[in-house]
Structure formats: C-alpha cells, structure tokens
C-alpha cells in the first residue's frame, strides 16, 4: 500500500512534535546543586540547593527548595522556573522574631542553571552576592 507524500510529511512532523514535547517534559529541576557566593558582605562560601520539581507552585518547573550548608541554613522554601528564569526561595530561622530568606536568582533551561545572583532579605536588610552553581548532582 502506497501513501501520498503528503500524509507522510504529515504524520512525521506529528510525531517530531510529540517526541519533542516528550522529552521537553521529562527534563526535571530535581536534584542537589552546588552553590558557591562571592562579592557577598556576610555569606561568601559554598552550600547546596535541593530542588524537588514536581510542578506544585503553579509552573510546570516547580516545587520544593532546602539548602545545606553552614552559610545557608534553612527551613525549606520553594522554587519556580518562569520564562527560563529560576528564582528559588528558601526561610531561615533569624533567632531575633525578624523575618530572614535566601533567594537564588539564575537563567535556567533545557535542566540546566547558570549562574545569577544571592540575595538574603533579614528584617528589611540586604545582603548580595554573586552566584555560581555547579553540576547537578554535584552536593
């Protein structure tokens, strides 16, 4: 049985776009990251970012975050990848009754993240830094 060209050009793009949306899918954030801060006034060092992507803060990449690390204590957060940005937030425990997180700010795509940008927001202060993180799995 003999099948018109067009049928078959069409049912190979079909099955491209299925693949691709496949694969696109089974790309996960899961995992242990190291991460290491520089330029920062209180946090300069390495830690580690666990991320369970599981698609439970509204995005398709998202989930829960905990870091480890003597410089990034913490009590869990959350992450979401929004536009090939992730921004992952994690509470602290300030011993003082003021509020205290650590955000970490990258570029992020294809189960990759770059590096971007520390921020520790305690009681209304700032503290910056350069992020840098390292192969998943790497923690």
């Not at 069409?10 to 330029?39: D, F, Q």
């Not at 300030?94 to 997180?101: D, F, K, Q, V, Y």
Request: proline share 4%; glycine share 16%; hydrophobic share 40%.
């Amino acid at each position: 049985m003999r099948f018109p060209k067009r049928i078959l050009i069409t049912a190979a793009a079909t099955l491209a776009t299925v693949v691709s949306a496949s694969a696109a899918m089974a790309l996960s954030y899961s995992g242990r990251y190291p991460l290491t801060v520089t330029h920062s006034q209180f946090h300069n060092g390495t830690g580690c970012l666990m991320l369970t992507d599981d698609g439970t803060q509204g995005w398709p990449h998202s989930g829960q975050a905990s870091t480890v690390g003597r410089l990034f204590p913490s009590n869990g957060g959350s992450f979401q990848l929004i536009n090939r940005i992730l921004v992952a937030t994690v509470t602290q425990s300030s011993g003082t009754g003021l509020s205290a997180s650590l955000v970490f700010t990258a570029p992020a795509g294809n189960g990759n993240i770059g590096n971007g940008v520390f921020e520790q927001v305690y009681g209304g202060e700032f503290d910056s830094g350069v992020l840098v993180f390292g192969m998943k799995g790497g923690c």
